[in-house]
């Protein structure tokens, strides 16, 4: 079904491909003498995490937002992605004037560990083999991923963030930055998220990744050394994963029972159905862009994500002591990471009497709101970083243009 | 005569006293904060530590959007999350007759709370006992437009009910202010039966010996 639209540019994987490695993005290398510990146990030596910085850093550098992508997302922030040509992915929260406001901040996306842009990843090449890594890289965690990003931005010269801000998996890194370093965090913006992967969440996951387990091209991992590509597999996993991004109130306005390019049902199993053509549109547009075994690593990452687990299970536990300001903003119509998840967060952070402000917001566009064009969300993200930035004492962005 | 929703709705008068009640530098909780305008004039004015609780939308964003530490909640289900006496002061202004029990909600800000603020329209006002008596009909205003049918404020009381609900609660008066119609302060060496007749609006600041 997904065969004719699937046959990719050879250009298009060698750049893929080359991305891994030598992403066309800053890049920061870390030798034998820096190995990066992981949850799963191993280290890993030599390592690199691949950035875009945009704005300056202040003289005493205390300017600095560190961004948080989303589980298929990249450092290409607010700046064109190398692979797939698009703008950046959050333009309308990132750039100057915006509420993360790149003439006063100095604002630093990496590409998460695990990824396949740049950062080590199972894309990556192997030091032991020469290889791509594949499955032998060990499992990373949101954890790891924090470490990783903690490593890059003492790299960088910078002891203290002023805010840590994500969406979706990315907030998860954002809370989990308040918890593994949290005299390093001023403020964090946690959007569309939750503290723990629910049942529900691992299990569309586990769908994603037997589909790409599932397709002969996958090789057990190897495919890059084979010269194959899991597409097939990698596409369903992404077409499922999409729905969940969502709601059926959205679907519904957007396509409805809609026809694609005819006039009345086929009586068969093409793409009848306008939901149908798009669904594919979206996997196949994906696997031009993504690694399918880092997208089994991410996905794992993010299963294995419960803050409470270390902390005897008790949610308020996990914030106990924090200076930091938070900032936890949910979607009405967001079923992957409902409300519920936001106001767990937003509890155990009173509790531990943290300074929090939370807001649902009325969206019926489902998770993918935090990327979408919402105003309440841009307006009460500019108010929140204009606080904390008084009460840090430095330039806070500018006042939304009318 | 000045009519008690024209009385209710002049915040100004009432954020400024309980602005004056509150220690600079101090730990605020404030219930029912809507935009958030008497947490911004602690800020500024009181260097104090100020969080906030609202239930519309509409008042959660705006408050957020001053970059205030305002979350959506509801004062009737969600003090229960915050822990023994974690603030010094837990404010409840012009909010008491929206809750659906005013008692558990006052008993959870004396728990909260080492002090707590409480400021509520006066129903026993002269003006209310008029419009009951020779109109028969409840209070209706253009700036309080609801109708006994529609209206937020489901358990109003008079002065001295909530003083009655206060010694209830095991709460003491550490201090009382009763304004008149047109938001002066009554003398402090009137009787509460004058107070509950003239006072429109009262604050008042309470503590609680807990266990």
Known sequence: ?402 | MTDLADLTSDVRIDLKLIAGLIEPGSRVLDIGCGDGALLELLERTRGVDARGIEISQDGVNAAVSRGLSVIQGDADSDLVQYPDQSFDYVVLSHTIQATRNARRVLDEMLRIGRRVVVSLPNFGHLDVRFRLMFLGRMPVSKRLPYSWYDTPNIHFCTIRDFVELAKDVGAHVDQAIVLDGTGKRLPFSLPWIVWNLLGAQAVFLLSREDR
């Not at chain 1, 299970?313 to 914030?319: H, T």
């Open chain 1, 1 to 402: 079904m997904l065969d004719a639209p699937l046959t990719e540019t050879d250009a298009q994987a060698s750049l893929r491909r080359s991305e891994a490695d030598n992403p066309s993005s800053l890049v920061m290398r870390f030798g034998t003498d820096a190995p990066l510990t992981l949850d799963a146990g191993p280290a890993i030596a030599p390592w690199q995490i691949a950035y875009q910085t945009y704005g300056e850093l202040n003289d005493d550098r205390s300017n600095a937002i560190l961004i948080c992508h989303a589980l298929t997302g990249d450092q290409h922030v607010a700046s064109t992605n190398p692979v797939t040509g698009k703008p950046g992915w959050w333009t309308l929260m990132v750039g100057p004037g915006k509420p993360i406001d790149t003439d006063r901040f100095f604002v630093i996306c990496s590409n998460v560990l695990g990824g396949c842009l740049g950062t080590t990843g199972p894309a990556s090449t192997n030091p032991d083999t020469g290889r791509p890594y594949g499955l032998d890289l060990p499992v990373v965690t949101i954890a790891d991923m924090v470490r990783a990003q903690a490593m890059l931005v003492t790299g960088l010269g910078i002891d203290k963030l002023f805010a840590v801000v994500g969406g979706s998996m990315g907030g998860m890194q954002a809370l989990q930055w308040a918890v593994s370093y949290p005299e390093r965090v001023f403020s964090v913006v946690a959007i569309a998220t939750s503290y723990r992967h629910s049942s529900q969440n691992i299990a569309f996951h586990e769908v994603g990744r037997q589909a790409v387990m599932a397709d002969p091209d996958w090789c057990g991992g190897r495919y890059l050394e084979e010269g194959r590509n899991p597409k097939k597999g990698l596409a369903v996993a992404r077409m499922a994963a999409h729905i969940t991004y969502m709601s059926d109130r959205s679907l519904h306005q957007k396509f409805g029972r809609n026809l694609q390019d005819r006039d009345a049902l086929a009586f068969g199993f093409d793409a009848d159905f306008q939901i149908e053509s798009y669904l594919r549109h979206q996997g196949m547009t994906f696997v031009d862009r993504f690694d399918a075994n880092s997208y089994l690593y991410v996905t794992r990452a993010t299963d294995y994500f419960d803050l409470a687990a270390d902390h005897g299970g008790v949610l308020a536990n996990v914030f106990k002591g924090t200076k930091t300001r938070f900032c936890v903003l949910s979607f009405t119509s967001d079923w992957l990471y409902p409300t519920s998840e936001s106001r767990a967060v937003v509890h155990a952070l009173n509790a531990a009497g943290a300074p929090v402000s939370f807001v649902e917001i009325e969206s019926d566009r489902g998770h993918d709101s935090f990327l979408l064009d919402i105003p309440e969300q841009f307006r009460i993200v500019r108010g929140f970083l204009t606080g904390a930035a008084r009460a840090r004492g430095i330039a806070g962005p500018a006042e939304e243009a009318r």
